[in-house]
């Protein structure tokens, strides 16, 4: 009879950078190594998006550059390395937040439709298509690894509610 073996796994949860720190704005440097610690901020990273309550999560994000996102909408954990998007079409008009600017939410003209390419944590590429929320989400997070925030994006012709205050 074989042995039983008990696997602990032991994951990071992330403090999340804030809007205004350095690594938000610089481009994310590309994954060339497909290894166990890339695996393991993966798996950190999804873990941290869980905890934050997030539906994507970008590897600035947690001060770390690379291109690495995470993203999950409800239909399963997406991990996307060194992504692209190959093609866009349409436009939708809706209002977005970020983990790293907390308290704002701004509507956002993005893509209805994207197809992406990307590796795996084993460096296996593939493409994916998304639209709705999920292209939104693809769009959103890829931004960050370009420095770019949605509130760059943002269409700001409202008033918004920060903390229980009106800022115009």
């Known amino acids: 009879m074989g042995k039983l073996i008990k696997r602990v796994i032991i994951v ?12 938000l704005r610089a481009k994310a440097v590309e994954v060339k190594r497909f290894n166990e610690n890339l ?3 993966l798996d950190d990273m999804a873990e941290t998006m869980k905890v934050e309550e997030g539906v994507g999560l970008a590897a600035p994000q947690v001060g770390i550059s690379k291109r690495v996102v995470v993203i999950d909408v ?4 997406i991990e996307l390395v060194n992504p692209i998007i ?3 079409k349409g436009e939708e008009i809706d209002e977005e937040g970020c983990l790293s600017v907390r308290g704002e939410q701004w ?4 893509a209805a439709w994207v197809k992406v390419a990307a590796m795996d944590r084993h460096g296996n590429k593939f493409v994916k298509e998304g639209e709705g929320f999920l ?5 959103h997070e890829i931004d960050h690894l370009d420095g770019i925030l949605f509130v760059d994006k943002a269409i700001k012709t409202k008033p918004v509610k920060i903390k229980g205050k009106i800022k115009k």
């Open 107 to 110: 509507p956002v003209a993005r």
């Open 86 to 88: 190959l093609e866009a």
């Open 12 to 23: 990071t949860v992330f403090n999340i950078v804030q809007i205004g720190d350095e690594i």
């Open 74 to 77: 409800g239909d399963g954990l």
């Open 135 to 139: 292209a939104r989400a693809f769009q």
């Open 39 to 41: 695996g393991r901020l």
